[in-house]
């Protein structure tokens, strides 16, 4: 299907977006009662005035349920858009008609409807393959088409803006700032709590629509996790998306069984899926706009470091203490005296943006006696180049500095009132940036490091739970850590005093006593632990001292022994913690901060969705506090950051091997120049009912690395088959544009020379859930004689919005045609959709493409004309 959203030519009917029919219709239908009736609800009401006001002037036709004369000219006219506005009585009978008359999208208006008829509705949606807002929606907004579908108040002006919420209130209110802001929008959709169209389905339709540069979207929650970050993934690849989320108060954790789970929050976890996701986070509705502005410009930006240049001191201080809340380092103040014209600011900002220890630039100017504001702005104005380094005005005051904003704004610098909102801008630049590199990493389920014991893993955790026991026993835990070769201490069980000091003779002095309990989460909390023992007395009289200890502390707790362990001595060792906590929706989270006994009252908590690559395991090690100890330190040498890394590689593996984790502390973890050491541990696990390798508990899907293959082609040539990824885009672009002309015509029915950039971006950054492209690869010399892989085909499906179907494209180099690789393709291809569960493969195909016509033939498709375009054959086949 996504081959065929983006043609250049006019596509057949369904060739469109699925929620075409919704947003964009041809011709509508209107159940609100009689135009010249009093209108039967406050939301007919409503609707009606929207209209008027709006000027919508496609085909529009009012209808009463009772009709029914008229079904069958409705449905040869196919409407593409039922609006329903009326009584919750007869909302479910207008629904009926509309898929009786074939609609493709329907809104309900009607508000204060009950679950059960809201459960209804859908199902009668589903049944007709309507595609339903609502109900309890306030409707949407297309200013292009001059079309207010809804109660939020008069039609927003056109612009480049879509907004998406799902709060009814906060989207009439943003709408009513816009409005005196003069910000204008291609799309306003306010979902509300009960539609069916959900904010997944809206993003992948804004990610396509070419009227939309960015995309601002207000939300409370999501009701599944990997949909929305499949979505929310491929629309910021595509263009900028800027997220406010309410709700960022602490959820209730219920029982934490680890230190991770309890010092996690909620709103901290979608933190970290926003970033993974590319995207950027604001706390107020009108940081949304700003950071659109932003965002929309064409700056390239690099990194965090902000410099400043004002004509005072104060401003520039406000700056600064902003830049330093939001993490951001200021790179220099460059104060140009209260008396600084325009001749003063232009070298400055020159300077300023070739200095290459700089990120972004500031200009601050406040209005001072004699001053011209304006004539500052204009000669900044000549030298500023949108395209360049990021530069953020700030003209203080108001009726003064009006007009100096408004010259600025014109030639596209982002311009603010205050210092701090200046900042906050720049902040949003850095975040976009820093977020889509996170967005770029593909990580497989396993690193490059050694296999690990993953079936070993899988019997220990079994074995658990057979005895119905979720916590680990502390060897357990480790031996569970070193199936996965994470470096423990070694660890043995003593069920008395003499084998406690058998043990440490063995062992060796010191050693680390610690109590051995399925009761008891926090050893230290019951004086759980000792350190330090250094001689066979002592360990007699601390384990007969720790047991009456735990005895008094918890009375009820089983007793298992008392482990036995080395001391850890890593010469320059940092205390650190690696844990994981489950999160609702999200699931497995990774984090990571300073560890010991005050973990829980230093609360450093850095953390990321699985899974991980190195890239993302040092990025996750650099949000934390901890991270500054890490380096030289109290005269110690640096800690082994690349074991720290590969340790949170390991425990990624874990994560994606082992769905039946729930909760997992390594702490501490005793990392110094010599290597990273898992001192103790604790892992909480339960039941989990899925396949082995579907990864369905991930909210991120890892690239599937076990898909790649090596295929002999005829010739002798050996192709490399494997799932594309984002740093395939280049290689991708270069085969798009050494098609011939008619294979280029065959693939996408237009005759482009190349991908355009958002339809590259589309089609290199997959989730592999929703998606499958299969690329071939041949290694060739190129003219510097080199060796380059070159793509030589392509191979891809999308599932269908029936969640049960799936469309095909495939496409392969002219030099390779004829040897077998077209078919090989689409063999591999109906494979991964089969094991996606998938009943159904199809594919549009040109009429005149007898090529491909006659491989889908041999493959058993079912070749068949296709009733909405003479120029197309729809080739279909079970999987």
């Not at 991770?260 to 706009?289: C, H, K, N, P, Y």
């Not at 739970?465 to 835990?477: F, G, H, P, Q, Y």
């Not at 380059?788 to 469309?807: F, I």
């Amino acid at each position: 299907m996504l081959c065929r959203r983006l043609r250049a030519r006019d596509p057949p009917a369904v060739d469109r977006h699925y929620l075409t029919p919704l947003f964009d219709p041809r011709s509508i239908v209107v159940f609100a009662g009689a135009p010249d009736a009093e209108p039967p609800t406050a939301a007919a009401r409503a609707l009606r005035a929207s209209l008027a006001e709006g000027g919508y002037a496609g085909p529009l036709t009012w209808l009463d349920i009772a009709m029914s004369g008229t079904l069958a000219d409705l449905a040869v006219s196919r409407a593409d858009l039922a609006l329903i506005a009326l009584p919750a009585e007869q909302v479910l009978a207008a629904l009926e008609i509309v898929g009786r008359i074939r609609c493709r999208g329907a809104l309900v208006l009607s508000s204060g409807l009950p679950g059960a008829l809201c459960h209804e509705l859908h199902q009668t949606a589903r049944r007709y393959g309507v595609h339903l807002l609502g109900p309890n929606s306030l409707g949407f907004q297309r200013p292009a088409l001059k079309l207010n579908a809804s109660a939020l108040g008069p039609l927003a002006a056109a612009g480049p803006l879509a907004l998406v919420s799902q709060s009814g209130a906060l989207t009439a209110a943003m709408l009513d700032w816009a409005c005196s802001n003069g910000v204008g929008f291609s799309t306003v959709v306010s979902l509300g709590p009960n539609t069916a169209v959900e904010l997944p389905q809206v993003l992948d339709y804004l990610g396509a629509d070419g009227a939309t540069q960015s995309i601002l979207v207000y939300m409370e929650g999501i009701r599944h996790a990997r949909r929305f970050m499949s979505a929310l993934r491929a629309a910021a690849h595509a263009k900028p998306v800027i997220v406010m989320k309410a709700g960022r108060q602490e959820a209730a954790r219920g029982v934490a069984l680890t230190h991770s789970a309890s010092i996690v929050g909620a709103d901290e976890v979608f933190d970290a899926a926003l970033r993974r996701a590319g995207v950027v986070r604001v706390r107020q509705f009108t940081q949304l706009f700003s950071a659109a502005q932003c965002l929309a410009s064409r700056f390239r930006p690099v990194g965090q470091r902000l410099a400043i240049v004002t004509n005072g001191g104060g401003p520039a201080v406000l700056a600064a203490d902003a830049a330093g809340q939001l993490a951001l380092e200021v790179a220099g103040v460059n104060d140009l005296g209260e008396d600084a014209d325009g001749a003063a600011y232009v070298p400055a900002l020159q300077a300023a943006v070739a200095d290459r220890a700089v990120d972004g630039v500031l200009l601050i100017h406040s209005p001072k006696q004699g001053a011209d504001p304006l004539a500052v702005a204009q000669a900044v104005g000549e030298v500023f180049q949108p395209a360049a380094k990021p530069v953020i005005g700030c003209w203080m005051g108001e009726a003064r500095a009006r007009a100096a904003r408004e010259h600025l704004a014109g030639r596209l610098m982002p311009v603010f009132r205050t210092p701090e909102a200046a900042v906050d801008a720049f902040h949003s630049i850095a975040s976009f940036y820093r977020n889509q590199q996170l967005l770029q990493q593909t990580p497989p389920p396993l690193s490059h490091l050694a296999d690990p014991d993953t079936e070993g893993a899988r019997l220990l955790i079994e074995g658990a739970l057979a005895e119905r026991r979720r916590v680990l026993t502390e060897m357990e835990s480790k031996a569970l850590l070193a199936a996965f070769h994470v470096p423990v201490t070694r660890t043995m069980l003593a069920r008395s005093a003499g084998e406690a000091m058998m043990i440490a003779s063995q062992l060796g002095y010191p050693v680390a006593l610690k109590i051995a309990s399925p009761d008891i989460a926090h050893k230290s909390d019951v004086q759980g632990v000792v350190l330090d023992v250094h001689t066979a007395t002592q360990v007699r009289d601390r384990y007969q001292e720790m047991l009456e200890s735990v005895a008094r502390a918890a009375p009820g707790a089983r007793i298992d022994g008392v482990t036995v362990q080395p001391m850890a001595q890593l010469a320059g060792g940092r205390e650190v913690y690696v844990g994981l906590t489950t999160d609702e929706p999200f699931g497995p989270v990774i984090t990571f901060g300073a560890g010991g006994l005050m973990i829980e009252l230093i609360a450093d908590r850095a953390m990321e969705l699985p899974p991980l690559n190195q890239f993302l395991a040092r990025r996750l090690i650099e949000r934390s506090r901890a991270a500054e100890m890490l380096g030289e330190w109290r005269g110690a040498p640096a800690a082994d950051r690349e074991a720290l890394e590969h340790l949170l590689l390991r425990v990624s593996e874990m994560v994606c091997a082992l769905p039946q984790l729930r909760q997992m502390d390594i702490n501490p973890v005793i990392v110094g120049p010599g290597g990273a050491l898992a001192v103790d541990a604790r892992i909480v696990i339960d039941d989990a009912a899925q396949p082995p390798g579907s990864y369905q508990h991930l909210a991120i899907l890892p690239y599937p690395a076990h898909q790649e293959r090596q295929w002999p082609l005829k010739g002798g040539v050996l192709a490399t088959v494997r799932p594309l990824h984002p740093d395939d885009a280049e290689m991708l672009q270069a085969f798009v544009r050494g098609l011939s002309q008619e294979s280029r015509w065959f693939r996408f029915a237009s005759s482009l020379p190349e991908l355009p950039a958002r339809m590259l971006a589309r089609f290199t950054l997959i989730d592999y859930d929703r998606e499958m492209a299969l690329v071939a690869l041949v290694r060739e010399r190129g003219a510097d004689g080199a060796e380059h892989e070159r793509v030589v085909g392509v191979a891809r499906y999308v599932t269908n919005p029936d969640g049960t179907s799936c469309e095909f494209s495939l496409v392969v180099a002219d030099d390779f045609k004829g040897r077998g690789l077209g078919s090989r393709l689409m063999l591999a291809i109906m494979d991964a959709a089969r094991a996606k569960g998938l009943a159904e493969i199809m594919g549009l195909i040109l009429a005149d493409n007898t090529a491909m016509l006659r491989l889908m033939s041999s493959l058993g498709f079912a070749v068949a004309p296709y009733a909405e375009d003479p120029d197309f054959k729809v080739a279909t086949k079970a999987l």
